[in-house]
Nanobody
Framework: QVRLVESGGGAVQAGGSLRLSCAAS????????AGWFRQAPGKEREFVTA????????IYTDSVRGRFTISRDNAKNTVYLQMNSLKPEDTAVYYC???????????????????????WGQGTQVAVSS
């Protein structure tokens, strides 16, 4: 079993930055695709970004590309989300998730699907004020 704990959320003004961390325990994450999703009040959970097990491949939803950066440190069993130039519309609870996958082919289509992930954290709140 894998346990995920997100941290680093908070309240910032528009244009500010936050760095989210997702610490995993129970198993090494080096065999897992990692993703970040977010859910705003009254809205469905949406895909934000994902990274392959090796870190070689990443994908982003259009609204955050160029502002957010996903990374991972498999030695520390941690996944990160650096968020810059934050906007009020980025306000949401952010969740990290893992999916077992050691394939050499990174499936972007599957990486965008919440249902493809087996393990989820409890979420961390990000609030961006204008």
């Amino acid at each position: 079993q894998v346990r995920l704990v997100e941290s680093g959320g908070g309240a910032v003004q528009a244009g500010g930055s936050l760095r989210l961390s997702c610490a995993a325990s129970g198993r090494t994450i080096s065999n897992y695709v990692a993703g970040w999703f977010r859910q705003a009040p009254g809205k469905e959970r949406e895909f934000v970004t994902a990274i392959s097990w090796s870190g070689a491949s990443t994908i982003y939803t259009d609204s955050v590309r160029g502002r957010f950066t996903i990374s991972r440190d498999n030695a520390k069993n941690t996944v990160y989300l650096q968020m810059n130039s934050l906007k009020p519309e980025d306000t949401a609870v952010y969740y990290c998730a893992l999916r077992y996958d050691t394939s050499s082919m990174f499936s972007e289509a599957r990486a965008r699907l919440p249902g493809a992930y087996a393990y989820w954290g409890q979420g961390t709140q990000v609030a961006v004020s204008s």
